[in-house]
């Protein structure tokens, strides 16, 4: 019941909002025309203001008092003032709320100061502002606000909410204007009344353009490219229902624009047609019920979980879409480039039919014939199985305790088949049976995700060797698994790293761990997020120790430089070999977590000249990486295969310095893999 009441008040507020905004935006348009002011339609109009104006506060009363319920998790706060006012004093939302309450008060204030006043154009173009900045504030509380009060995630949403308003809140008086013309009226005020409907739907258009872009623009950060969602989860259903509608409010607007509206351009009162008038005002009037009803779902979309972060435990089909994993396959660009030709031919044929005046059948059935065509051409290329776990998100963080846990269950159970790399080196005596996968070389990636592999892994492969594992691996472990095998994806692409950065191009996110260090610090590799560079030094020892000593020597110089050195082991050292260490270096080295971390980042050690594929793999001796403050592996020197490298350190600090030259560029990898 709270959730209907609240669902009520942010729909109440927010359509009595828009209404006078969209209402001051016309009328500050129209006013230059001064007879305009006494006309019955405007007064009416203007009456509203004030009540409208009660609505927005009585409304934005209602959301306080929700989402304090909602907040403490006690149904009777929803009457607590004093839970109110806690909410209101010590929350980032109470903030924002105050603010928009606030400036609705101003709002109404202004309406009383101007409802006895002679009216002037400004009046309108004040309103106009002064009713804009509640809608403005409540943009803060959108999802774009909620994720991070900036002007690149805010404003899209804003002007999104003022666009809708421009248009939805000129309804009201482009009603009152059509019930006008029924009534006898002076000839001049009706030709005005004419002038002033074809005004706004000159300025419907490009407002309408610009409200569809912004809408993709604020749509799209909500998505985050995950387009599968749309048809998965509950916002991708209400945008598609949000969608549908304004399709067909599109159409009503194109049909009023260019076949009902004309007959009130008719200089002669007498020539003008009742039933085109009829038409104009019926659909007219269904288009403002339809926008309230748009208002409801973009309502409903705001409060509703954001389809990126959507978990989809079960997908409902059994195939998926996807350009990525087959655009190299024979064919498929030639089809789908053809196949969006096809559609643009169809939009053409939209527009050519309405110019040459084709009947009503054939203007809808060559360009639906040729739509169909078109995705009858893009689509089967593009269709891939799915599965129902294809979607889901893994539960276990892709960390070096996953990934290290996960290589020892492949040592257990896949090496016999897949070979210790993963190659696929396994013997297969049926012939029959397909080869084991390459899980290394081969790109995985693209075509399966994470929750396919997590497929196979619990219930098999049909037709190969591959067993399901789902009564002998706990969900956890085959997570881990999942984790590794991506790891070992991703370890074959570092072969690419070299000794130094390729410029502005992030490419392979460094897994996270967590340490313990000899002199008692400790942490998370993301905890040097957005501040540190981190210089990660695997070692044997004593092989090392010539190195350590020239890092010693050069460590304030690479802390000037904005980074860190963390030691890792390559094995379990003594007391005495820790002693020792300690006694040449100054900065950490890491004595919990080291084995998983040399576990992990030795699926990173290859490189160009030495791929090294056969048998258990090398393990060198000594390796360095560098991880930007970003979080992204952007070099890598491997002593054993790469020469004298970072032992000049003049090599190591132009790497460092030409990192801290960097914006970002890339968002830091999340902590699943995908």
Request: proline residues 6%.
């Amino acid at each position: 019941m709270i959730e209907i009441l609240a669902t009520f008040a942010r729909w109440a507020q927010l359509a009595a909002n828009l209404i006078v905004f969209g209402s001051f935006v016309f009328l500050a348009i129209i006013s230059s025309y001064k007879p305009v002011f006494t006309t019955e339609w405007v007064i009416r109009l203007e009456k509203t203001f004030p009540w409208l104006t009660v609505i927005i506060i009585a409304g934005l009363l209602g959301i306080l008092a929700t989402t304090t319920s909602a907040a403490t998790g006690i149904p009777a706060d929803v009457w607590n003032f004093n839970a109110w006012l806690e909410i209101v004093q010590q929350t980032r939302i109470g903030h924002i709320w105050a603010a928009r309450e606030s400036l609705a008060i101003l709002l109404l204030v202004y309406m009383l100061i101007i409802r006895h006043s002679p009216r002037v154009r400004w009046h309108y173009s004040i309103g106009a502002i002064v009713a804009a900045l509640p809608l403005i504030a409540g943009s803060l509380v959108s999802h774009s606000g909620a994720e991070e009060i900036s002007f690149e995630s805010i404003a899209p949403y804003a002007l999104h909410i003022l666009l809708a308003g421009m248009w939805f809140g000129a309804l009201p008086a482009f009603l009152l204007i059509i019930h006008s013309q029924r009534q006898k009226s002076d000839p001049a005020m009706r030709r005005a009344n004419a002038s002033f409907l074809e005004q706004f739907s000159t300025i419907a258009l490009p407002v309408m353009l610009l409200l569809i872009l912004t809408g993709i623009v604020a749509g799209d950060r909500m998505i985050a490219g995950q387009y599968h969602t749309l048809v998965a989860t509950a916002y991708g259903w209400l945008l598609n229902a949000k969608l549908a509608v304004l399709a067909g409010i599109l159409w009503i607007a194109y049909r009023a624009r260019y076949r009902w509206l004309p007959v009130f351009s008719q200089k002669d009162e007498h020539s003008e047609n009742p039933q085109a008038i009829a038409h104009l005002r019926k659909w007219v009037r269904i288009e403002f019920f339809m926008a309230l009803a748009l208002v409801l779902l973009a309502t409903l979309l705001a409060n509703t979980l954001p389809a990126k972060h959507a978990i989809i435990e079960h997908w409902p089909y059994p195939f998926r879409f996807s350009i990525d994993a087959t655009w190299d396959e024979k064919n498929v660009p030639e089809l789908v480039w053809l196949g969006i030709a096809l559609l643009a031919v169809a939009i053409i044929t939209v527009w050519a039919g309405a110019l040459v005046e084709w009947g009503r059948k054939t203007r809808i059935l060559v360009p639906g014939l040729l739509t169909v065509i078109a995705l009858a051409i893009i689509l089967p290329p593009i269709t891939i199985q799915a599965y129902p776990e294809t979607y889901q998100k893994p539960s276990v963080p892709f960390d070096a305790v996953s990934i290290s846990n996960g290589s020892r269950s492949f040592a257990e159970h896949c090496v016999n088949c897949h070979g210790p790399q993963g190659k696929g080196t396994g013997v297969v005596t049926d012939p029959d049976e397909k080869d084991p996968t390459d899980l290394l070389t081969e790109p995985h990636t693209a075509r399966h995700t994470v929750g396919n592999i997590f497929h196979w892994i619990s219930d098999g492969i049909p037709g190969t060797q591959m067993p399901g594992y789902s009564a002998s691996l706990s969900e956890e472990d085959r997570w881990d698994l999942v984790n590794f095998l991506h790891a070992l994806s991703r370890g074959f692409d570092a072969r690419l790293l070299g000794s130094m950065i390729l410029p502005e191009m992030p490419a392979v996110a460094a897994p996270v761990f967590n340490y313990s260090a000899h002199d008692h610090s400790s942490g998370n590799l993301k905890d040097f997020r957005l501040q540190k560079n981190v210089l990660l030094v695997l070692f044997s020892w004593p092989q090392s120790k010539e190195r350590f000593f020239q890092l010693a020597a050069s460590y304030e110089r690479i802390q000037s430089l904005n980074t860190e050195i963390l030691a890792v082991p390559i094995r379990a050292l003594t007391d005495e070999e820790l002693q020792d260490i300690a006694e040449i270096v100054p900065f950490p080295i890491v004595t919990e977590g080291w084995s998983e971390i040399k576990d992990t980042y030795w699926l990173y050690r290859r490189v160009r000249v030495v791929p090294d594929l056969s048998g258990k793999g090398m393990f060198p001796g000594h390796m360095e990486f560098i991880t930007d403050r970003f979080g992204y592996l952007r070099a890598r020197w491997v002593a054993q295969f790469e020469g004298y490298g970072w032992q000049n350190l003049s090599a190591l600090t132009l790497q460092l310095t030409q990192l801290n030259q960097e914006d970002e560029v890339m968002p830091p990898p999340g902590e699943h893999a995908h």
